[in-house]
């Protein structure tokens, strides 16, 4: 026993000095370990270095924030892009959307019609293009405003408000209102549209449909700057006068009529007046270019009418009756096929003066030929003026003849 007890003593001596020896070795070795995480992150850090300076940084933390920032820089870069294309169409909104109005032609009915319906009702659009004093002025188009007993006008901030026709034009479709300032704050401003070009953009500025959708805005661009529209004015199926417009795909609906067609900056270059409505046509409307309209409102401002020179005749074009009465009634060579003849002379008027009488078929004005009304009506009215003597060539029984007149100023068209 005594043996075996000093046998297991000795054991259990050399055990505790193994398990010293061991923990100390382990003790080392963690501390050995230790070390060489310490020591090797430099060297890791290095890697870093060269990695980071092979993308132009400085180290391992300095290459994810300079991704980061990178990052930022290419999301401004997007951001600034965007930006740049939306904020042009945006701000040429913004500088004339409230300047762009909803026009009611009020026309009173009977007195059982009212109690049922009240007044009827069109809409359109106008812009306001100028304050002065307490007034501020609309320009609209004649259609919009013709046959009307009474015209309100619908601000930006939904009130409501009585208009004063000044004056408005049959021919350039251009008509003016006059309304109490009060609560108008953004006035239109006027563009060249003798500068524009085909491709530029255009954006219209009007109330389609009526006034719930009030100041829709459409997005195209200028497909012609000159088009020449034939106007039956009479409704007799025939043109009489020519419009000069512009074209544009911007989408012109019922209610955008007197509304504004502006440039990319914001400047009104147009008023909206007319598209053509066919199912098999699409993108096709028409504006008022600003340097037609100027002049006319300039008038309409002054004047409350466009002042042009007349004759003093009512006229038909030949092409409007049948080709026996060229002979027949009007006594006409063989070889006279155009022009127009005249239906009656007014009174104390150039024509009546100068001796042209019923069925005087005219065929040219100062050399000019006069295939049909609207050529005449054209010479007059953008060659000639108020005051001018012209020299007529016309035919009458079957004779040429010529004299002179002394053109005044138009009453009525």
Known sequence: MGYYNDHMDDENKRSKKNRQRTGIAGFIGAIIGALLVVFSMPLL?????????????????????????????????????????????????????????????????????????????????GVIYKVEGDSAFIVTNHHVIEGASQVEVSLSDE????????????????????????GVDT????????????????IAIGNPLGT???????????????????????????????AEVMQTDAAINPGNSGGALININGQLIGINSMK?????????????????????????????EVERPQMGIGIRSLSEIPSYHWQETLKLPSDVDSGVFVTNVAQGTPAQEAGLQE??????VDGEEITDGHDLRKYLYTEAEIGNTIEVTFYREGEQQTTELTLNAQQDF
């Open 212 to 242: 719930n959708l009030s100041r829709t805005v459409t997005q195209g661009i200028i497909s012609a700057t000159e088009r020449s529209i034939p106007v039956d004015l009479t409704g007799n199926g025939q043109p009489d006068w020519n």
């Open 276 to 304: 053509i409505a066919q199912s098999t046509v699409e993108g096709i409307g028409f504006a008022i270019p600003s340097a037609v309209a100027i002049p006319v409102i300039e008038d309409l401002e002054t004047k409350g």
């Open 45 to 125: 850090s290095g890697a870093g270095l060269l990695s980071g300076l092979a993308g132009g940084q400085e180290d391992s933390s300095v290459t994810s924030e300079n991704n980061s920032a990178e990052d930022d820089i290419f999301t401004e870069q997007q951001q600034n892009v965007n930006v740049s294309v939306n904020s042009d169409i945006t701000e040429a909104v913004n500088n004339v959307s409230d300047a762009v109005v909803g026009v009611f032609n009020l026309q009173r009915s009977e007195f059982w019609q009212e109690e049922e319906g009240g007044q009827n009702q069109g809409t359109g659009s």
């Open 359 to 364: 069925y005087d078929v005219i065929t040219s």
């Open 159 to 182: 009130q409501r408000v009585e208009a004063e026709l000044v004056g408005s034009d049959v021919l350039t479709d251009l008509a003016v209102l006059q309304i109490d300032a009060e």
């Open 187 to 202: 006035v239109a401003e006027f563009g060249n549209s003798e500068n524009i070009n085909v491709g530029e953009p255009a």
